[in-house]
């Protein structure tokens, strides 16, 4: 099993690299997109390389979350308190973004391992942002604060046009996944990886883990909720946390899985079907290779049957041929 980093690798690498050549700055203009459509663009001058425009831009929400200013409940708090001086809000945000963000490189601390740690937080800006409402719910867990809409299910997004659901309750947080694949063969995949995936918390080494089950039809938690948000081909797989799972530093790590764990089921079904696809194609040239084996050798054949020639005789030679045997 793989899990899925919540830095950018690739924001990380232009960080450093611009943190490390800034007497030689150069303007700086790229865009790219990672999974789950989550697109950034990083922009930088040469008349002031400590600063840089960052704008990122989330999944479409579906109708049933609730956003504030395009961004998800608690999001700009999160932002402030991650990055505290080095990062500033721009409002409006950059056409087509949900967040712009004005990084100052020269506020960095002067701390090693504290610049490389802010760095990397700067980069997971996906995970600050997008699993804000996710890890103010857990923390109540933690506060053992009794949740205002307790049993009520809270929809948040993670992938375009689809969303998971929080059921907070006093001592616990459910986590239900309605888990949709446009491929018919990554339906079935899904379908097994996640059965067996419920079956493999049940070993004696997975004690402590969340508590997991899956279901081809929506659980009772979820009877609130539109119909329309409820559409999943691969059944729905539910989570149950407690206080246990949130406590100090497992808080991040369990907001992060939790928030990518459909990118992490599509690129073990994904991983699946190639696997598959490389084992058909060995058999099929194994298959091959017999056949090939099974064919009569041509060339031996033609060598060990003697050499017969033939030569088509014409009118006037088989008269020839006639008249002599007469005379015979």
């Known amino acids: 099993m793989i899990l899925l980093q919540s830095p950018s690798r690739y924001l990380l690498q232009i960080l450093y690299n611009r943190l490390q050549n800034l007497e030689k700055a150069v303007e ?10 989550i697109r950034y663009h990083i922009q930088g001058s040469v008349k002031t390389p400590n600063v840089l425009l960052l704008s990122v831009s989330f999944p479409i929400p579906p109708p049933e979350t609730i956003l504030f200013g395009g961004l998800p409940l608690g999001a700009l708090e999160a932002i402030k308190a991650a990055y505290g001086v080095v990062a500033q809000i721009l409002d409006p945000p950059r056409d087509g973004f949900n967040l712009t963000l004005k990084l100052n490189l020269a506020k960095l601390p002067s701390d090693e391992e504290q610049k490389n740690a802010l760095l ?4 997971s800006v996906r995970e600050v942002v997008m699993g804000a409402p996710l890890r103010a719910v857990l923390k109540q867990l933690v506060t053992r604060t009794i949740p205002p809409d307790q049993g009520k299910p809270i929809a ?5 046009n689809e969303s998971f659901f929080l059921v907070p309750q006093a001592d616990k947080v459910t986590v239900i996944f309605p888990m949709r694949f446009s491929d018919s063969i990554d339906t079935v995949l899904a379908s097994s990886f996640l059965q067996e995936f419920v ?5 004696a080494g997975l004690n402590n883990a969340p ?3 899956w279901s081809p039809s929506p ?11 409820l559409s999943a081909n691969a059944g729905f797989v539910s989570f149950v946390i407690f ?15 939790l928030s990518t764990f459909h990118a992490y089921v599509n690129y073990h079904v994904k991983c699946t079907e190639c696997f598959m696809h490389t084992r058909m194609r060995r058999q099929v040239e194994s298959l091959i290779q017999a056949l ?3 064919k009569p050798d041509t060339e031996k054949a033609k060598k060990s049957s003697p050499s017969r020639s033939f030569k088509r005789m014409s009118l006037k030679d088989g008269n020839n041929s006639l008249g002599s045997r007469s005379w015979k």
Not at 243 to 257: I, Y
């Open 211 to 213: 508590p997991c089950l």
């Open 199 to 203: 079956e493999a918390r049940r070993t």
């Open 292 to 294: 090939d084996r099974a």
């Open 243 to 257: 206080s246990r799972h949130v406590e100090g530093r497992k808080l991040d790590r369990t907001v992060w899985n």
């Open 120 to 123: 990397t937080k700067i980069a």
């Open 28 to 37: 700086l203009d790229c865009q790219w997109v990672e999974f789950d459509d």
């Open 219 to 229: 659980p009772e938690e979820l009877n609130e909720v539109f119909t329309e948000a």
């Open 156 to 160: 948040l997004v993670h992938r375009p």
